[in-house]
């Protein structure tokens, strides 16, 4: 069982930046691809960007450019840089372990972000 804890979400102005963190427990961390997802009210959950365990990274058009998703293995953390935000950034953020082999799939709390204009 890994369990994930999301911190850094809040309020901010459009143009402004935040870093969301996800801490997982556990010492496998480093066989997880990490991901970050996102979900609006009335909407279905849609991926963000997401780090391989090699560490290669994917993004959603509507964020490549202006977010940057990294981990650090040892502090057994993925962190997810968003700059230049929008108001449609605003939404509840949730970080995702999976493993595929055997499968596992762990997800966080989420984190609300909110950003005005």
């Known amino acids: 069982q890994v369990q994930l804890v999301e911190s850094g979400g809040g309020l901010v102005q459009a143009g402004g930046s935040l870093r969301l963190s996800c801490a997982a427990s556990g010492s496998i961390f480093s066989i997880f691809h990490m991901g970050w997802y996102r979900q609006h009210p009335r909407k279905q959950r849609e991926l963000v960007a997401n780090?391989?365990?090699?560490?290669?990274?994917n993004y959603a058009d509507s964020v490549n450019g202006r977010f940057t998703i990294s981990r650090d293995n040892a502090k057994r953390t993925v962190y997810l840089q968003m700059n230049s935000l929008k108001p449609e950034d605003t939404a509840v953020y949730y970080c995702?372990?999976?493993?595929?082999?055997?499968?596992?799939?762990?997800w966080g709390q989420g984190t609300q972000v909110t950003v005005f204009s």
């Open positions: 780090i391989t365990n090699g560490g290669t990274t």
């Open positions: 995702n372990a999976v493993n595929y082999n055997p499968y596992w799939s762990f």
